[in-house]
């Protein structure tokens, strides 16, 4: 067992040199090209509907997190896996790490070109030496441990013996191999004197020839040290001092090379390509209409209930980017082509010369569950898409828009609605600075009444004029609802459940949304009771959610509360309860809590 940890180490340690070399290779040619990324973005763009939604409902906005553990996890169990096959004439977990090396970095050649491989070829070539010499250090260090033993040796008589455990191991070349080299030849020469002085009455010379050499063994054996205890602990095997402190070295050597490759890469990849001093640096156009003023009761300040306006740092992100793309301003331009009548192409530096408005707008995103958090109201700044898009001349059959992101993401838009008037923006500011770049730096797309997956593309490079029927974005392709209208829903904020309350008055307070119909009603049902109305804040904007709280007179008892919202149209929130795929979740937020 001592032997097997020996060899799990080095396998853990080589494989993550491995990863370490590539991360530093990757920030050369392409960050996103180092092998963990390539595997994650893979793992992202296959996995089941139905565990991605139950990874984003469980975990939100922590998934990406989620997942690079997970990642890690299997990482070290195939990378201890490999260490504990490898051996010195049998290079098992060499070629294990050399198979999933061969994966990834046909993945990656196969996402980003052929450039996208060199990164895992040479972190799985780095990572396959420091195996090799680590197994053989080990197997120097436990010269006794099983399939490291020296071949069986060949007697006179033709029969092959195998050394004794408790024989050193000699290699050739070595202090004791020349030292048992000489002794023996001088045996060999004093043979057949001792063979006169031994040869007995009745007996042949040849027999005395055997007794003389066996006497000369058992001397050599009496004036031969005894060997040290094993250090293994385990009767297998034996280290030596100085064998033992080379492969603690030799660890201690590729653990370091490691981290350092790997932190060095990653921190030199960033900086490479690093936005943030640009970003920081941009000032936004100023609007050309009159900036915008929270109504009067717009936001009611109840405490434990969500602000108006979610701050930037709060606003939820889901996406499918493990690495952020980092697009300058100075690179970045919008083509919009397909079904039109003339192509464009809109670089930053046009946009300085439209006309620029700024809107309050809701975010939610489809897989945001019943009484869910990934959803969140700001303030963009940007271009009107419907004249944009005017610019270059859709065609009359055209009903589609496919935008592309930076990274290779695709949204399809009904056309109709980016045309039918609402606020949909090329929005290049959120609530008063440019666009953080996990939210999209330098430009991206919202808009007011559709579901994130097929409207809110953030790094937006592309629009694509097309058909339903002839193109398919990234989610509609994975089984998701192709069109996204947001549905009405609600959600209760506060009292949380988990807080015993005393009796009396509680506010119960929370956010409902129907984006581009605007809510008209909430009302809240206390255990199997009337639904009471619920008091509305002033509505800002149909485009906005709106906030609501019904002061509970709370008697002592577990009780069970529900929500429901009643949008423009006067459609009222379902009961029927329902999971995120393919269109959305229904159903009544429900809280039960404990008062007194």
């Not at 053989?136 to 007697?155: C, K, M, R």
């Not at 191999?177 to 007996?203: C, K, M």
């Not at 620029?356 to 963009?380: H, K, M, Q, Y």
Request: net charge negative; glycine share 10%.
């Amino acid at each position: 067992m001592a032997v097997l940890r020996w060899r799990v180490a080095a396998g853990i340690l080589s494989a993550g040199l491995a990863l370490g070399v590539a991360e530093l290779v990757a920030a050369f040619i392409r960050s996103e090209s180092a092998p963990m990324y390539v595997l994650g973005s893979t793992v992202v763009d296959h996995t089941p509907d139905g565990l991605r939604g139950w990874a984003i409902s469980t975990f939100g906005t922590a998934d990406k997190t989620v997942l690079f553990v997970c990642m890690g996890i299997a990482a070290v169990l195939v990378a201890g896996l490999a260490g504990a096959l490898e051996r010195v004439d049998r290079a098992t977990g060499s070629t294990l790490l050399v198979f999933f090396g061969l994966v990834a970095a046909f993945l990656a050649a196969e996402r980003y070109g052929f450039l996208a491989a060199i990164p895992t070829v040479i972190g799985v070539a780095a990572g396959v030496y420091a195996l090799r010499v680590l197994t053989e250090q080990i197997a120097d260090a436990f010269p006794g441990a099983p399939s490291e033993v020296s071949a069986p040796a060949t007697s006179p008589s033709g029969r092959t013996t195998s050394p004794s455990p408790s024989s050193p191991q000699v290699h050739p070349g070595s202090t004791a191999s020349i030292a048992s080299e000489t002794s023996g030849a001088q045996s060999d020469s004093d043979a057949p004197e001792r063979a006169d002085r031994l040869q007995a009455p009745g007996s042949t010379r040849s027999d005395a020839v055997t007794a003389a050499h066996t006497d000369t063994a058992a001397a050599a054996r009496a004036d031969t040290p005894a060997d040290p205890p094993s250090e293994a602990g385990d009767g297998s095997s034996r280290t030596t001092g100085p064998q033992r402190r080379d492969l603690l070295r030799g660890l201690a050597v590729t653990g370091g090379v490691a981290v350092l490759a790997g932190v060095g890469g990653r921190l030199f990849g960033a900086r490479r390509g690093d936005v943030s001093a640009e970003r920081a640096a941009v000032v936004l156009p100023r609007p050309t209409e009159p900036g915008i003023s929270l109504l009067p009761d717009a936001d009611l300040r109840v405490p434990g209930l969500t602000p108006y306006i979610t701050a930037n740092d709060d606003f939820y992100r889901i996406d499918t980017a493990l690495f952020l793309p980092q697009v300058s301003i100075e690179d970045w331009s919008l083509r919009i082509h397909g079904m039109v009548d003339r192509e464009i192409r809109i670089g930053w530096a046009d946009l300085a010369r439209r006309p620029v408005v700024e809107r309050l707008i809701t975010l939610a995103c489809v897989s945001n569950p019943v009484n869910g958090d990934l959803i969140g109201n700001a303030l963009w700044r940007g271009y009107r898409l419907d004249e944009l898009l005017a610019e270059a001349g859709p065609h009359a059959d055209a009903d589609m828009v496919l935008s592309r992101s930076k990274d290779g993401w695709t949204a399809g838009s009904p056309l109709a609605v980016l045309t039918d008037g609402r606020d949909a923006l090329l929005a290049v500011g959120m609530n008063g600075e440019p666009l953080p770049v996990s939210h999209g730096y330098p430009a991206r797309l919202v808009v007011p009444g559709l579901y994130g997956y097929v409207s809110a593309t953030k790094w937006v490079t592309e629009l694509e004029v097309t058909r339903f029927d002839r193109a398919t974005a990234y989610w509609t392709r994975r089984g998701w609802s192709a069109h996204g209208p947001i549905k009405t829903g609600t959600r209760i904020d506060t009292p949380r459940g988990r807080v015993r309350r005393p009796p009396g008055r509680v506010p119960v307070a929370g956010v409902a949304w129907a984006q581009h119909r605007g809510i008209t009603a909430v009302e809240v049902q206390i255990d199997d009771g009337d639904w009471r109305p619920a008091r509305l804040s002033t509505e800002q904007s149909i485009d906005t959610w709106r906030q609501w709280v019904y002061d509970w007179d709370a008697t002592p008892g577990t009780h069970t509360l529900r929500a429901r919202a009643t949008d423009g149209t006067g459609e009222t929130q379902t009961a029927d309860r329902r999971d995120v795929i393919p269109d959305g979740a229904t159903g009544h937020p429900t809280l039960t809590l404990t008062i007194g």
